[in-house]
């Protein structure tokens, strides 16, 4: 099965800081990755997709890049609400047997 | 509007069998590349993705936890169900329900709140 490292586990940030999260895949997946975010006792919810397409209603301040086996996650001016746990997953294509990373904790500094 | 909702027991014991039901609106399964998949979050820790079933009945599985897992739907009752055999206290977790559109790629673009189910004797 394929592997996801997330770094770091946990960041703090300042409301309007520039914070980045990386994935790295232990075999290339092309670009069959996405972002999630999860706030405390909530679902997760879709953030990024094909690593760099924006799912509609997400604010413009989150980007995604990469490709192969190393990933991005940017979000260029942190905003209160932005505090949460953020997840990267591949889904790579066949078979779809589908990989979470362990999670990037973004806390107030 | 989409929405998902996933039902079970609050509580089981060791070496119990677990049923869960997803109940979903505003999409068909029975619709071309629609799919439906069960995700699982001890406390405090990451997502595990458990197992999808697809528009057409295929079904693919977690490689650590498919000898104890099956998936299966009812289409006329928008109903996905998962069965999970021999529990353990290391099981305990949310489990979630969420759907992929198979155009979009395997990505989950909506989820259930989640049901957070414990094992204990």
């Known amino acids: 099965d394929i592997q996801m490292t997330q770094s770091p586990s946990s960041v703090s940030a300042s409301v309007g800081d520039r914070v980045t999260i990386t994935c790295r895949a232990s075999q290339g997946i092309s670009s069959w990755l996405a972002w999630y975010q999860q706030k405390p006792g909530k679902a997760p919810k879709l953030l990024i997709y094909a690593a760099s397409s924006l799912q509609s209603g997400v604010p413009s301040r989150f980007s995604g890049s990469g490709s192969g086996t190393d990933f991005t996650l940017t979000i260029s001016s942190l905003q209160p609400e932005d505090f949460a746990t953020y997840y990267c997953?591949?889904?790579?294509?066949?078979?779809?047997?589908?990989?979470f990373g362990g999670g990037t904790k973004v806390e107030i500094k | 509007q989409v929405t998902l909702r996933e039902s079970g027991p609050a509580l089981v014991k060791p070496t119990q069998t677990l049923t869960l039901t997803c109940t979903f609106s505003g999409f068909s399964l029975s619709t071309s590349g629609m799919c439906v998949s069960w995700i699982r979050q001890p406390p405090g820790k990451a997502l595990e993705w458990l197992a999808r079933?697809?528009?057409?009945?295929?079904?693919y599985y977690s490689t650590s936890l498919k000898t104890r897992l099956t998936i299966s739907k009812d289409t006329s009752k928008n109903q996905v169900v998962l069965t999970m055999t021999n529990m353990d206290p290391v099981d305990t977790a949310t489990y979630y329900c969420?759907?992929?559109?198979?155009?979009?790629?395997?990505?989950?673009?909506?989820w259930g709140q989640g049901t957070l189910v414990t094992v204990s004797s």
């Open positions: 997953q591949q889904a790579n294509s066949f078979p779809p047997l589908l990989t």
């Open positions: 079933i697809d528009w057409d009945d295929d079904k």
């Open positions: 969420a759907r992929t559109q198979q155009w979009l790629g395997y990505y989950f673009d909506y």
